[in-house]
C-alpha cells in the first residue's frame, strides 16, 4: 500500500550547475585576456618607436654618461672643455670606462643649442636642450 519508490535523482540539476560554472569560467578568462590585451596596448601606445627622438636620446645617454663617470671617479669630472672632448674620455676604457658609445651628431657648440640640438657645460654638468630635441 504505501510501496511508493521515491524517484531516482534528477542528474539534470547537477548538469546545469556545472555548465553554468563552466560559463561563468570561460566568461572570467574571457575578460581577464581583454583586460590585459587593453592594457598591453595603452602601454604599448606610450612607448617612443626606435629611432623616433635621436636627439633627446643621445642627449640623455651623454648626461647619464657624465654624471656616472663623475661618481665613479669620486666626484671628478672627466677631461674636456666641451661635449666633445669629453666624450673621448668618457668612451676609453681608462677610468671604468666607456660610460659613452659613439660619436656625438646632435651636440652644438653654443649655448643656446640650436633648436635640434643640445648643449653639455661641461663645468656645472648642466645639459640643456633645443626646443625640438626633447621628449
Request: aromatic letters at 8%.
Given at each position: 500500500m504505501w510501496n511508493h519508490t521515491?524517484?531516482?535523482?534528477?542528474?539534470?540539476?547537477?548538469?546545469?550547475l556545472a555548465e553554468r560554472v563552466?560559463?561563468?569560467v570561460r566568461w572570467?578568462?574571457?575578460f581577464g585576456m581583454l583586460t590585459l590585451v587593453g592594457?598591453?596596448?595603452?602601454?604599448a601606445a606610450d612607448l617612443p618607436s626606435p629611432g623616433s627622438k635621436?636627439?633627446?636620446t643621445?642627449?640623455?645617454n651623454f648626461d647619464v654618461a657624465w654624471h656616472t663617470y663623475k661618481s665613479v671617479n669620486h666626484g671628478k669630472p672627466p677631461l674636456g672643455a666641451n661635449a666633445v672632448t669629453a666624450a673621448a674620455a668618457l668612451s676609453?676604457?681608462?677610468?671604468?670606462?666607456?660610460?659613452f658609445?659613439?660619436?656625438l651628431h646632435y651636440n652644438d657648440s653654443k649655448n643656446p643649442p640650436a633648436p635640434s640640438k643640445w648643449y653639455f657645460d661641461t663645468a656645472t654638468g648642466t645639459l640643456i636642450e633645443g626646443r625640438s630635441c626633447r621628449y
Open positions: 521515491p524517484p531516482a535523482p534528477d542528474r539534470s540539476d547537477r548538469i546545469g563552466a560559463a561563468s572570467l578568462f574571457l592594457v598591453f596596448l595603452v602601454t635621436p636627439c633627446p643621445e642627449a640623455q676609453s676604457r681608462k677610468s671604468g670606462g666607456p660610460y658609445i659613439g660619436p
